[in-house]
């Protein structure tokens, strides 16, 4: 990203104002090469400190059939939680052995759909699905390799929503109440289950080390107490994703190279204590690979200045394409993209276009004087943004470009109002009545 010579906002080497003339606002930016470098850097980290690594590209962050091409040239694993995620990934050509099945509530279905297309490893959550999946191996005659989700106690410190390691939680079986070593007995019991692993996540959109060195720790010490009670080696140790990136100038990510230098100590001095073999370290970063990749470009369309107050300039955009305001309380750096080399001179607040008073993009930032039709890039939206947009108040999702070397490349295409109604139905009684007749307002 960088600034040219005439203050226009440049992403992999495309004018963003050419972007908006091109595609339309509000529109998703993606930086081709910026995904591919984090890529290169996870997986580079692990591997320099440790034998034995594995990287799932967690889609849930960005899931459609363009990112699944990318990352799987950059030869990463892929882990869907979804029918519909495991449909994409499968339609972009990821290889099966390479996917791994998350989800807390796999439905019958989805199962099914992962047992026959043969997914690497399914990620077992509780004891029901780990009943479903080995009646579903029958069923296929087929052997499923799984890793189980353990719930370790532990909490990170990050947004309350985000939090997943703690024992009050819906995900995972507790190490604590014994659930988890029920898991691995049920699993090993099951002809059709090859337990390979043992898996946790704790969280999103964590800064410090700690709680996964203590997740580590607790893993590796269940590990130790699986092959004590069973004589059974695990394989694996998958220690999820969760890993920070910079919103704010003033965020301090952890740093890969400590995590990944830290961890694999962890796991080979417990390795060295209770005599176990090395076990393949896996992570499944989703945040860390294509959020800082993401902006989201608006057009100002108008502006509202309450004197001693505040001044709103409102976009064209707002909750639908960026929950995360509203749902976790967000916080973005942004930019005036047609005039990105003026001085800041005024603190305005970016609205919504949403029927709503929460519809607030940023607030309190200091930009340059608005005018309407001003371009505002909002940055680093490349996770967690088009993956949970929605059609509130019937606004069409925009759409997605990659860009990369001066080119932009559609990877999804903007929905059409004709999107908005292909899935609506009007019922035979209610397609007869005579609009015209019943119309309150003459
Ligand atoms: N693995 C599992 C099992 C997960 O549930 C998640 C994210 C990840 C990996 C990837 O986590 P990441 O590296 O992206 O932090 N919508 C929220 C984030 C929800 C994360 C859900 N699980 C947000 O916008 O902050």
């Known amino acids: 990203m960088q600034i040219t010579h005439d203050g226009k ?111 690497g490893r399914f990620v077992i959550d509780n004891l029901n699905e780990l009943d479903l999946v080995s009646k579903a191996a029958r069923k296929f005659r087929k052997r499923v390799h799984i890793q189980i989700r353990l719930n370790p106690g532990v909490e990170a410190c990050t947004h309350d929503y985000i939090k997943t390691g703690m024992v009050d ?36 959109q964590i800064f410090n080390i700690e709680p996964y060195i203590l997740t580590t720790r607790l893993l590796m010490d269940f590990m130790g107490d699986v092959k004590e009670k069973y004589g059974y080696t695990l394989n694996e140790i998958n220690l999820g994703g969760g890993f920070g990136i910079k919103y704010k100038t003033t965020d301090t990510p952890l740093s890969l190279d400590e995590f990944s230098k830290k961890v694999s100590q962890v796991v080979r001095e417990s390795c060295h204590t209770q005599n176990l073999d090395l076990p393949c370290i896996m992570v499944e970063p989703g945040r860390y690979i294509v959020g800082e990749a ?60 949403h029927c709503e008073e929460g519809d607030m993009l940023v607030t309190d930032i200091k930009l340059p004087k608005i005018k309407v039709g001003d371009l505002l890039a909002v940055f680093t939206t490349g996770a967690y943004h088009y993956s949970m947009a929605s059609n509130y108040n019937r606004y069409p999702r925009p759409a997605v470009v990659f860009v990369k070397s001066g080119l932009a490349d559609i990877v999804v295409e903007r929905e059409s109002y004709a999107d908005l109604i292909a899935h609506d139905r009007i019922p035979a009684a209610l397609a007869m009545t005579d609009a015209k007749k019943v119309c309150p307002l003459r």
């Open 9 to 119: 906002l440049e992403i992999g080497g495309c004018r963003v104002t050419d972007l908006a003339k091109d595609f339309g606002t509000p529109l998703y930016i993606m930086d081709e090469e910026l995904i591919r470098t984090k890529c290169r850097e996870i997986k580079a980290s692990l591997a320099k400190n440790y034998p034995k690594t594995f990287v799932a590209y967690a889609s849930k962050a960005f899931c459609n059939l363009a990112i699944y091409r990318l990352v799987i040239e950059e030869s990463l694993g892929v882990d869907v939680c979804s029918g519909g995620e495991l449909f994409t990934a499968l339609e972009a050509g990821v290889p099966r052995e390479g996917i791994l099945f998350h989800g807390n509530c796999k439905t019958p279905q989805e199962i099914e759909m992962g047992v026959r297309v043969n997914v």
């Open 169 to 204: 939680s819906k995900f995972g079986l507790g190490i604590a109440d014994g659930q988890a070593m029920k898991g691995v007995e049920q699993a090993l019991a099951s002809e059709y289950l090859i337990l390979e692993g043992i898996h946790s996540h704790i969280g999103s």
């Open 294 to 353: 993401g902006t989201t470009l608006y057009t100002v369309y108008s502006i509202k200045d309450i004197p001693e107050i505040r001044k709103y300039i409102v976009v064209d955009g707002g909750m639908s394409e960026n929950p995360r305001v509203s749902l976790y309380q967000a916080e973005y750096e942004a930019l005036l993209a047609n005039r990105a080399s003026e001085n800041p001179t005024e603190t305005v607040s970016v609205a919504g276009k």
